[in-house]
């Protein structure tokens, strides 16, 4: 067998493994604990790293009322808190009321049986036409 030649085990039921080179000429029987004990050191050896190598953050608190960036975001919530209420209101609308009005002003005929203004049945078509 020749120094640059790879050897891969392949399946097999008993209790050694057998390890073929990828020359596919000499077939070698080596014991399954001998292939797992020979892959405990590699382990190791990736496992026990140094401590230098390995990338040390401290966990530091942020204060709130110094922080800059901490700062910067309560200022820009503060000033979309109402129009992010305002779009959540609309989104809500838009899902529970749209079949009701549709089903309540839908027709002139409709608003009349069911006591709505002529002013207010208008005034929910705008908003139908609006939130189609």
Not at 94 to 105: I, P, T
């Amino acid at each position: 067998m020749s120094a640059n030649t790879a050897c891969t085990p392949s399946a097999s039921g008993s209790r050694s493994a057998r390890v073929l080179c990828s020359d596919g000429q000499h077939p070698v029987h080596v014991a399954r604990r001998g292939v797992l004990l020979g892959a405990v050191p590699a382990v190791q050896m990736l496992l026990s790293r140094p401590a230098s190598a390995r990338l040390e953050l401290p966990n530091k608190e942020v204060d709130n009322d110094t922080s800059p960036f901490v700062q910067e975001l309560l200022r820009r919530t503060q000033e979309k808190k109402e129009e992010r209420y305002q779009q959540r209101l609309q989104d809500y609308y838009k899902r529970n009321f749209k079949e009701y009005f549709e089903f309540e002003a839908g027709s002139v005929k409709t608003g009349r049986a069911r006591g709505i203004s002529a002013n207010t049945q208008q005034e929910i078509l705008k908003w139908l036409e609006e939130n189609k």
